[in-house]
């Protein structure tokens, strides 16, 4: 079982803790609003009210016993900053902290989060790549500039192979599955795509583009 120390129950601090009580997630959170915590403790390990950025106080919470530290502050970036340094500090395994500009992200980052999330920045690149782009229906962001798309078939790939169309060696993409129909196709060099396919490819953007000519 994961354990995760919550620091922040603004929205999106809560966002995600609603999240998290979907897995086998202990969870400890933190936050300064007494309203807040006593809100949250159905849905929680533990909890405990007091500054994260109080040094004293962050180390009486023995954050190297945690899997991952998530700093989830959006309205005070000091006390983001100053959290995220004091937790690599004190030995916190992993850190991911959330920002809400370029700048912040790049602050972060430097100052020891392992990983910077950015809501806005993300929430409007899923939008334009879902609603606005050709051929893609959804994505997942992956580990550096992977994703997971979900892609419509293109016209000329009506009838063909997926060895024939040799989308690995040609585009760098790989098909994980296809939905035909409503469901889930096993894929091979000798399935044949049709109009109605829904392809799940994993690569690079620009890869994605050249191959469905986006």
Known sequence: MKSVLLIGLGRF??????????????IMAVDRNEARVNEILPMVTDAQIGDAANMTFLRSLGVDNFDLCLV??????????????YLKE????????????????QFLLRNG?????????????????????????????????LAIY???????????????LDIRRRFNL????????GSSVQVDGNTVLNENDILLVVGKWEDVRKAFRI
């Open 72 to 85: 989830a502050i959006g309205d005070d970036f000091q006390n983001s900053l100053v959290i995220t340094a």
């Open 13 to 26: 601090g809560m966002h995600a803790l609603e999240k998290m009580n979907e897995f086998d997630i202990e």
């Open 174 to 181: 790989n098909i994980l599955t296809i939905r035909s129909n």
């Open 90 to 105: 004190l030995g916190a395994r992993k850190v991911i902290a959330r920002a809400s500009s370029e700048i912040q992200q």
């Open 150 to 164: 979900e892609v419509t078939v293109p016209k000329e790939w009506f009838g063909k192979t997926v060895a024939a």
């Open 113 to 145: 989060a392992d990983d910077v999330i950015y809501p806005e920045k993300q929430m409007a690149e899923w939008m334009v790549v879902r609603h606005a782009v050709d051929h893609v229906l959804n994505y997942i962001g992956l580990e550096g500039d």
